[in-house]
């Protein structure tokens, strides 16, 4: 099982980027998914979660501006946002756990990160 990230990059303040994270591989169910962030100097936090069943939970820094969402068929979660600002620039890195094809526990998988950089 392999998450691929995408969507990062380079966006002046107040614009919008959204990320995207698929999970790959023989995945037999996949459960909570989400995206963390690191800046440099700081220890890596969550940013936003939902869990297999829709519901969503967001750090105080961004609820209002970002927006997480799944699509199931694709083992897919996306992460919109707006209004971005120069505190937002971190590492991204999404978070999944899954429950590979023949096992019987779910483990903690996450992709390689993508760099979101919020600067004019």
């Known amino acids: 099982v392999q998450l691929q990230a995408s969507g990062g990059g380079l966006v002046q303040p107040g614009g919008s980027l959204r990320l995207s994270c698929a999970a790959s591989?023989?995945?037999?169910?996949?459960?909570?998914m989400g995206w963390y962030r690191q800046a440099p100097g700081n220890q890596r936090e969550l940013v936003a979660s939902?869990?297999?069943?829709?519901?969503?939970k967001y750090a105080d820094s961004v609820k209002g501006r970002f927006t997480i969402s799944r699509d199931n068929s694709k083992n897919t979660v996306y992460l919109r946002m707006n209004s971005l600002k120069s505190e937002d620039t971190a590492v991204y890195y999404c978070?999944?756990?899954?429950?590979?094809?023949?096992?019987?526990?779910?483990?903690?998988?996450w992709g390689q990160g993508t760099l979101v950089t919020v600067s004019s």
């Open positions: 591989g023989s995945i037999s169910s996949n459960n909570a």
């Open positions: 939902i869990g297999g069943g829709g519901r969503t």
């Open positions: 978070n999944a756990d899954i429950r590979p094809a023949l096992e019987y526990t779910f483990y903690d998988y």
